[in-house]
């Protein structure tokens, strides 16, 4: 069975700090996602990310892939409020007769302050 | 062009009534996934469908939830004699093919009183 879990689960920053999100996962997957969700709204995403080595950019955000250890990283560099949301990865669930179905780990409450 | 659309957006049942929850995919999508978020946790996956056919329910809780695509397009996630336990945000979710990128619905929040 596949697991997703992430950490910290919570956390606090302050404005122009530099933070790493983990993402660990239990079992071999193909594709890696992670997402962003603010209060009351659905799920945007940020990152595809699909093989060994991968890394996008995208603003101030950083996600990486290594496959090997089953682990994923999202690197917020120099925080703005503006950041402030829930992240989720989630791992697509390729066996067991698994019709691709994304499994989310709990999600980090990123709050930055000034 | 237009996103996954949801309806209702909200729903408030009394514990034991029969809910009806309508998804949109986007115009297009063969693939067609519905989860379920409860406060604080990330999303499960409820069940799977492959233009009009569930190819996957496994994730489904109970045998009071039922879903359907009868033409392909527009599903129906239906619940019936609602508990407390349902009262989560039930999110829909289409794609080109299984193996293709996600797209979310803003979400149906269901709460059981």
């Known amino acids: 069975e596949l697991k997703v879990e992430q950490n910290p689960l919570f956390l606090s920053m302050q404005e122009g700090k530099n933070y790493t999100i983990y993402c660990n996962y239990s079992?071999?997957?193909?594709?890696l996602y992670w997402y962003r969700q603010d209060p009351g709204k659905s799920l945007e995403s940020l990152f595809v990310?699909?093989?060994?080595?991968a890394v996008k950019q995208e603003g101030r955000l950083m996600a990486s892939l290594d496959t090997k250890a089953r682990l994923s990283t999202l690197h917020i560099t120099a925080a703005v409020h503006d950041l402030s949301a829930t992240y989720f990865c989630?791992?697509?669930?390729?066996?067991?007769?698994?019709?691709?179905?994304?499994?989310f780990g709990k999600g980090t409450k990123l709050s930055v302050k000034p | 062009g237009a996103g996954v659309s949801q309806s209702p957006r909200y729903k408030v049942a009394k514990r034991g009534q029969d809910v009806a929850l309508r998804c949109d995919p986007i115009?297009?999508?063969?693939?067609l996934f519905w989860y379920q978020q409860a406060l604080g946790q990330g999303p499960e996956f409820l069940t799977y469908?492959?233009?009009?056919?569930?190819?996957?329910k496994s994730g489904l809780p109970s045998d009071r939830f039922f879903a359907e695509r009868p033409e392909g397009s527009v599903s129906t996630l239906k619940i019936q004699r609602t508990q407390q336990e349902d009262s989560a945000v039930y999110l829909c979710?289409?794609?080109?093919?299984?193996?293709?990128?996600?797209?979310f619905g803003p979400g149906t929040r269901l709460t059981v009183t």
């Open positions: 990310l699909l093989s060994n080595g």
């Open positions: 989630a791992v697509k669930d390729s066996y067991g007769g698994s019709q691709g179905n994304l499994i």
């Open positions: 469908f492959q233009n009009e056919a569930q190819l996957d």
């Open positions: 079992t071999t997957s193909d594709r």
């Open positions: 979710a289409s794609g080109r093919g299984w193996d293709y990128e996600q797209y």
């Open positions: 115009s297009g999508h063969v693939s």
